[in-house]
């Protein structure tokens, strides 16, 4: 896998990144759920040497935020008061596509296939 950008380019965009570790960690995982949905002739130029599209690294930055807010704490729902709490966290759309990207590729006239 061919980085589409550095934990630098990213932070240029993301101000208010995590820590260097962290940042690349996010832009792996990210990158590997968004190559799923680019198409495969793009990503094989990027692989074969081309240029990375410049939209491609804005997709990765504002993914690589969405994952990061899916894990904070802030976005959780509290259900009943302090002493009685239950925490719901809602599983984001971004944590949805790292654990099973969906198929882009339109289908007309025939039942989307579905995969186990």
């Given at each position: 896998m061919t980085p589409?950008?550095?934990?630098?380019?990213i932070r240029a965009i993301w101000a208010d990144a995590p820590s260097e570790g962290r940042l690349t960690q996010l832009?792996?995982?990210?990158?590997e759920s968004l190559e799923a949905y680019a198409p495969a002739s793009v990503v094989?130029?990027?692989?074969?040497?081309g240029t990375v599209p410049r939209r491609y690294v804005e997709?990765?930055?504002?993914?690589?935020?969405?994952?990061w807010g899916a894990g904070l704490r802030d976005s959780d729902f509290l259900i009943g008061d302090a002493d009685f709490a239950v925490r719901v966290r809602a599983m984001s759309d971004a944590v949805r596509a790292l654990l099973r990207p969906r198929?882009?590729?339109a289908r007309f006239g025939r039942r989307p296939e579905v995969t186990p």
């Open positions: 589409w950008a550095t934990p630098a380019e832009l792996e995982a990210a990158q094989a130029s990027i692989e074969a040497g997709a990765l930055a504002l993914h690589c935020r969405d994952v198929n882009p590729v």
